[in-house]
Nanobody, 125 residues
Framework: QVQLVDSGGGLVQAGGSLRLSCAAS????????MGWFRQAPGKERDFVAA????????YYADSVKGRFTISRDNAKNTVYLQMNSLRSEDTAVYYC??????????????????WGQGTQVTVSS
């Protein structure tokens, strides 16, 4: 089992920044990659970014490329999502997730085994 606790959400004005954190515990050595997804009210859960624990290769949704950065601290078993130039359309609940099975297809929510509880990000225009 892997436990995930995500945090760092809040209310920010458009153009501002936030940094989300996702702390993993438990059988963290079994995790191959971590991802961030978001879900706005009435919409599906969408892929935001992902990173492999080994090698650190990263993946981004087109909508956040150049604005968001995903990173990891292997020693702390923590993944971060630095979000800059935030827009009102970035408003959503953000979830971190861990996969113990997949190195590819990291933009598919069904490829992840464990999920955090979610943290609300609200961007005011």
């Amino acid at each position: 089992q892997v436990q995930l606790v995500d945090s760092g959400g809040g209310l920010v004005q458009a153009g501002g920044s936030l940094r989300l954190s996702c702390a993993a515990s438990g059988r963290t050595f079994s995790s191959l990659a971590m991802g961030w997804f978001r879900q706005a009210p009435g919409k599906e859960r969408d892929f935001v970014a992902a990173i492999r624990w080994s090698g650190g290769r990263t993946y981004y949704a087109d909508s956040v490329k150049g604005r968001f950065t995903i990173s990891r601290d292997n020693a702390k078993n923590t993944v971060y999502l630095q979000m800059n130039s935030l827009r009102s359309e970035d408003t959503a609940v953000y979830y971190c997730a861990a996969t113990t099975t997949y190195y590819t297809g990291l933009d598919y929510a069904r490829h992840y085994d464990y999920w955090g509880q979610g943290t609300q990000v609200t961007v005011s225009s």
